[in-house]
């Protein structure tokens, strides 16, 4: 088994403040997915990444950067926070050795802005 | 593009009863893989079941099963005796196969709601 940890928890920011997220797995999974999930909705795509250096744009990707330095870690930045916004930011990882596919999601950073 | 829909935004049973989510999909691809996912009140989103389309049997894992009807693309999540726990939102969600790595298109969720 594995576990995928994202820091901080909670993170509050100011109106234009750049805001980094970070996410590491040791499922020595090869793609990371980074989602945005608003209350009471579900997730949309922001960036993925297929191996380390490699960077895809999802559905969301505009005011976000993201940085994938090495396998097991993959980094979201905030460009310039919004404010009164609110949201849960998801990391997952997934694989396709053995036909798995199915992504494993960490526990989320909650984004507040002032 | 593919697409999934849930039409149910909420739904709620007591407890020990058998419920079932409905899920509809579009896509292009002959061959495909259908998922469901639950989202408990903490936010933690943990997989549930697994279904690939050229399988004939529907999946079950525990008290979870897939009523999966290929000709009208619906997967349905079928949860037998339920409990307390199983109170949560439920997603389903398609792999898309971009070439180079997975994406999943989720559906907007399900919130199951299980009364004692």
């Known amino acids: 088994g594995g576990i995928i940890t994202q820091t901080p928890k909670f993170l509050i920011g100011q109106e234009g403040q750049k805001l980094t997220l970070k996410c590491q797995q040791n499922?020595?999974?090869?793609?990371m997915y980074w989602y945005r999930q608003d209350s009471g909705k579900g997730l949309r795509l922001i960036y993925y990444?297929?191996?380390?250096?490699?960077?895809q744009k999802g559905d969301l990707s505009e005011g976000y950067d993201a940085s994938r330095e090495k396998k097991s870690s993959f980094s979201l930045t905030v460009t310039s926070a919004q404010k009164n916004e609110m949201a849960v930011f998801l990391c997952?990882?997934?694989?396709?050795?053995?036909?798995?596919?199915?992504?494993?999601f960490g526990p989320g950073t909650r984004l507040t802005v002032l | 593009a593919q697409k999934v829909t849930q039409t149910q935004t909420s739904i709620s049973v007591m407890e020990k009863t058998t419920v079932t989510m409905d899920c509809v999909y579009e896509t292009q691809d002959s061959s495909y893989f259908l998922f469901w996912y639950k989202q408990t009140a903490s936010g933690e989103i943990v997989f549930l079941i697994r279904q690939d389309s050229y399988k004939k049997e529907n999946a079950t894992v525990g008290h979870y099963s897939l009523n999966f009807q290929k000709p009208k693309s619906s997967i349905g999540l079928i949860i037998t005796a339920t409990q307390i726990e199983d109170s949560a939102v439920y997603f389903c969600a398609m792999r898309e196969d971009t070439g180079g790595a997975d994406r999943l298109t989720f559906g907007k969720g399900t919130q199951l709601i299980i009364q004692p």
């Open positions: 990444s297929i191996t380390e250096n490699d960077l």
């Open positions: 499922f020595n999974h090869d793609t």
């Open positions: 997952a990882s997934s694989t396709r050795d053995w036909g798995t596919y199915e992504q494993y």
